[in-house]
């Protein structure tokens, strides 16, 4: 059976009884065919989908509560009839939720937080006690409850190997991994990526180059520290540095510099190894 409403000709069907149904237009308003399919709004009825609703312009579904204390949900339950999954507004607490397997897996709450594998801020603290989980704040920071908690906590209880994984075009470039009590910060480095390889020279010329300073960042002027000025550094090993010296951008802000230490560490190696073979010469005479 097949079941058609416009203003026109009206409902032609069998044992259909109906109060709620008021269409003024002139055209097909709603379309039920024989195996229950629906298109709304003129939308075709379309036999792999169950629902179909289109408009001219916005389309909206509303699903609206009794009273600011009941849930809006839309439930996706198997044949029975239990919801395994769900996206459910709370109108207690203004909060959007996405389960599966019945279970609450993220939440959007009503400050704007997203809550990932936690229900409510304060499950999370910086002992390492209470649920495990994620904070995305609305600013973009990724953040834990408490003020003294860490930016961002990965817990892992049992598992050991990579964290996090950094991909290009398909192949993972970097990572960061543990082995149960520490922890590597990895870059590719296997010998069937490079060609070319030849022995660094003269290490302890390039090194002599770069100045070592003394400094405190403008942001935090009671620490002094040991480093270096980045385009200083670029000049003699140019891989250690981003960025170019004294670049902003189209509004004229400063876009910085900055350094990876650790791509000094090959020149400091062979500035070793050839200061070790004066040693040795000169012990020698």
């Known amino acids: 059976m097949a079941i058609t409403l416009d203003g026109t000709d009206g409902v032609t069907t069998t044992g259909l009884t109906s109060n709620g149904i008021d269409d003024n237009a002139t055209s097909t308003a709603v379309t039920i065919d024989s195996s229950g399919n629906v298109g709304i709004g003129g939308a075709p009825v379309n036999s792999t989908r169950r629902l179909m609703i289109t ?7 509303d699903i609206r509560s009794g009273s600011d204390t009941n849930l809006g949900a839309v439930d996706f339950s198997d044949t029975s009839n239990t919801a395994r999954g769900q996206i459910i507004y709370d109108h207690s607490n203004d909060s959007l939720q996405v389960k599966t397997l019945s ?46 908690a860490p930016s961002l906590r990965i817990n892992r209880k049992t598992f050991v190997g990579s964290f996090i994984n950094l991909r290009y075009n398909g192949s993972t470039v970097g990572s960061i991994s543990t082995n149960g009590s520490s922890t590597s910060y990895n870059t590719s480095s296997d010998y069937r990526l490079k060609e070319n390889v030849v022995d660094l020279d003269n290490a302890t010329d390039r090194l002599k180059q770069i100045p070592v300073h003394r400094f405190n960042f403008l942001a935090d002027a009671d620490n002094t520290v040991d480093g270096f000025l980045a385009h200083e550094v670029q000049a003699v090993v140019p891989e250690a540095i981003t960025g170019s010296k004294d670049k902003v951008d189209d509004e004229g802000n400063p876009v910085y510099q900055g350094i990876d230490q650790s791509k000094l560490v090959p020149l400091l190696v062979a500035t070793v190894k050839e200061l070790e073979a004066r040693i040795a010469a000169l012990e020698a005479n």
Request: with cysteine; glycine share 12%.
């Open 103 to 148: 279970t609450e897996r993220m939440r959007i709450d009503s400050s704007g937080n997203v809550l990932v594998g936690t229900t409510v801020l304060t499950d999370i603290d910086s002992s390492g006690s209470g649920n495990e989980g994620a904070v995305l704040k609305p600013d973009g920071q990724v953040d834990l409850a408490t003020s003294n």
């Open 55 to 61: 408009d001219t312009s916005d389309c909206r579904v």
